[in-house]
């Protein structure tokens, strides 16, 4: 049971795991995340942070633990539950409608908000145009978040890189998701477009105060905006800690630089 006063974390992860024939690709993960906080993910190449997010969105079935969201078990159930339960995210590899409009890009992961029928729907009924015009105001509102406001009308696939990685962020959070998981999303990015996802990002969970775990290999960005990191290698977790304690922990700097020292130490030996 909940002690009195303690708030049950928005995210808790028990000893989760998963293998895929004789590999564990990741290994007894744990880990939580409380309410507005922001925590990142990070490890080198094939650590098995997205792995991670698969499991926890329900596109893997963890071969052992389990995992809660605001208490609540999450095994078992599918992507869509697991979405409606408050768990949204974004995908290293863009995943928009391309052919789609902007708005109506967003306004496709409130649809399973809607209360009025086929009949509704058919015959174009008041009911229709009220929720309709409703559903069409939030998702400006996001889109205005995303600085992507006069944008509503383009088709996505249009969209400059960055635009796309923005609105994929607005299309999460129409689904009024309690934690949102952000895989790798400066990837791609210049200099300018992450500075404005960085406050964009910051914004969010600010206004909506929603729990934001993040991938991303742009280590600046990491240390300038996570609170807390957690790193993975080889589907292990081998630190945890603030910003500062992770830039100066030997066993994190060894495991994205240990593969360049085994070099230089071959070289050596061959000289």
Known sequence: MEAAGKKEP??????????????KAVDSFNMEIGESELVGLIGPNGAG???????????????EGSFYLNGQRMNGKKTHQIVDAGIAR???????????????NVKSAME??????????????????????????????????????????????????????????????????KLLLL???????????????LEIIHFIRNEFKISVLLIE??????MKICERILVLDFGTTIAIGTPEE???????????????????EADAKSE
């Open 10 to 23: 928005v995210l808790k992860v028990q000893n989760l795991g998963i293998q895929f024939g004789g590999l």
């Open 49 to 63: 942070k997205t792995t991670v997010f698969n499991l926890i969105t329900g596109v893997y079935k963890p071969t």
């Open 90 to 104: 974004t995908f290293q590899n863009i995943r928009l409608f391309k052919k789609m409009s902007v708005i109506d």
């Open 112 to 177: 399973s908000k809607l209360s009025y029928g086929l009949f509704h729907a058919v015959f174009r009924t008041p009911v229709y145009w009220k929720e309709e015009k409703a559903l069409t105001e939030r998702a400006k509102e996001l889109l205005k978040i995303v600085h992507l406001s006069g944008m509503e009308d383009y088709e996505a696939g249009n969209l400059p890189y960055g635009q796309q990685r923005r609105l994929e962020i607005a299309r999460a959070l129409a689904t009024d998701m």
């Open 183 to 197: 895989d790798e999303p400066a990837a791609g990015m210049n200099p300018t477009e992450t500075e404005e996802l």
């Open 217 to 222: 290999h742009d280590m600046s960005l990491v």
């Open 246 to 264: 992770i830039a100066n922990d030997t066993r994190v700097i060894e495991a994205y630089l240990g593969k360049e020292d085994e070099e230089v």
